[in-house]
């Protein structure tokens, strides 16, 4: 099939590098966003995320006149839908006295529905937000259909995952693999045609709902290896172990693959996604289920131990170093981060942030520095709660005279043990038990 016009709907962390893509690719794109402010701050050429090279190729899509940007789709060949799928935070599902998340498809319900009145016969429909399983064909699809277009003879219908890494995604749109699942083998060619556009990783066609599935278990399997390596973590600091130096011992067996424990899980992904599978079936997924839980136990552990450092929390100044959901990334959806500030508050610290990648960030009840000197200098504690490449190349030695802190906690395993108490600090490391 072929595509010269398409329209992407939904310009967040995936719509817009994938809409910009497309256009220095050789289509013309409209992206389309519900938010005036979003598409005002991309019409006066500026960008409302952080991804590294996502302004170079943005410049280049915006000036080529390839894309363009209007808060209401219009006609063409193809129609992405990258719009989020958060869960509901006011209301939940029970079973067996265990509470889980609901997804808030409601922003994929009316994005699709705002491709009705454009729907023309031979054109094709993507989903590429993370849905539960079977949104494609029992959400999406009666929806289109009320176009009176058939699905599958008179229009195409795919899903298909977004699995690029935040930091990453310009390289990873291009070079990953990409799984295109179709409502009907046609259907599935037509996505495959569309992506050929600028993917260089391999196609690989299949149904709409294994492709659901493929993305729900992607995500979910890193939760639960992270899971288990929090809880690697509590028992290593019960036993008197590193598990840091056990967990690189264990690497050296050709099958293992432990990854890092930290302050818990966030992002708009890996703490969400899970719950898609449990809220379709709660019965069959006590693992998923029990892995959310330790992930987001996480942040009490660092609570309880920056505790038994510091002695009573009433009235210490700490200094939060990082606030983002990872390394190296500005974006601060679920950060467990946020929520180990939330409780040191709770238990009547003081808490002063220095978030490099978003000094400004403006949140409820939390205490931003302007400068990571501000936020140093009068505190009992310095905390590290992400890995930032900027935080790893501190310097012990200089920062001891700008802070009256003698207690420095790294949750991360950001910093050399050594140094820090060679300069003269008591050094603390999550999950390090000797
Ligand atoms: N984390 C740990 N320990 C680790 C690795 C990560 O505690 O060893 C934490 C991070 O600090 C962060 C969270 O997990 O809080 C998630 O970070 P991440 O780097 O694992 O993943 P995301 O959410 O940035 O991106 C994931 C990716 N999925 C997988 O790696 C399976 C990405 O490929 C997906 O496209 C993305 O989710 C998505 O959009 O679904």
């Not at 006011?90 to 705002?114: C, F, I, P």
């Not at 006590?286 to 959310?292: E, H």
């Not at 960030?361 to 939390?366: E, R, V, Y």
Request: glycine share 8%.
């Amino acid at each position: 099939m072929n595509f010269q016009k398409i329209c992407v709907l939904g310009l967040g962390y995936i719509g817009l590098p994938t809409a910009s893509t497309f256009a220095t690719h050789g289509l013309r794109v409209v992206g389309v966003d519900i938010n005036t402010a979003i598409i005002e701050t991309l019409r006066g050429g500026k960008i409302h995320i952080h991804e590294p090279g996502l302004g170079t190729v943005l410049q280049a899509a915006l000036e080529s006149g390839d894309l363009t940007v209007s808060s209401e789709p219009e006609e063409a060949d193809a129609f992405l839908i990258a719009v989020p799928t958060p869960f509901y935070l006011d209301t939940h599902g029970e079973y067996n006295g265990r509470q889980y998340k609901l997804a808030d498809m409601r922003a994929v319900t009316s994005a699709t529905e705002a491709i009705i009145p454009h729907l023309r016969k031979g054109n094709l429909v993507v989903l590429e937000s993370t849905s539960p399983p079977r949104t494609t064909i029992d959400l999406v699809a009666p929806i289109l259909e009320r176009s009176g277009l058939k699905v599958g003879s008179d229009f195409f219908l795919c899903y298909s995952p977004e699995r690029v890494l935040p930091g990453q995604i310009l390289r990873e749109l291009i070079e990953n693999p990409r799984v295109v699942g179709g409502i009907t083998p046609e259907s599935a060619a037509a996505g495959r045609d569309l992506y050929a556009t600028f993917v260089k990783g391999e196609i690989i066609e299949t149904d709409a709902t294994t492709a659901e599935m493929v993305k729900l278990m992607e995500n979910t399997t890193r939760d639960v290896n992270i899971a288990i390596a929090n809880e690697f973590s509590r028992l290593a600091e019960k036993f008197g172990v590193d598990v840091w130096e056990a967990i690189s011992l264990a690497n050296r067996h050709p099958r293992i693959n432990i990854l890092n424990p930290g302050p818990g899980v966030g992002g708009h992904c890996i703490s969400v996604d899970p719950w898609f599978f449990v809220e379709a079936a709660p019965d069959l997924t006590p693992l998923i289920y029990q892995a959310r839980q330790v992930n987001d136990e996480q942040p009490h552990f660092v609570l309880s131990k920056v505790r038994q450092a510091v002695g009573s929390l009433n009235e210490k100044k700490i200094a939060v170093l990082g606030l983002a959901y990872k390394p190296d990334v500005d974006d601060l959806r679920e950060s467990p981060a946020t929520e180990v500030v939330h409780l040191l508050q709770k238990d009547g610290a003081r808490v002063k942030v220095w978030e490099p990648f978003k000094p400004e960030a403006d949140l409820p009840g939390i205490d931003m520095a302007c400068t990571l000197e501000e936020a140093i200098l009068e505190a009992d504690a310095l905390l590290l709660l992400v890995n930032h490449t900027e935080f790893r190349a501190l310097h012990p030695d200089d920062l001891i005279s700008t802070t009256k802190a003698r207690i420095a906690f790294d949750t991360v395993n950001g910093w050399d043990a050594e140094k820090w108490q060679k300069a003269g600090f008591q050094f603390i490391r999550l999950g390090a038990g000797k």
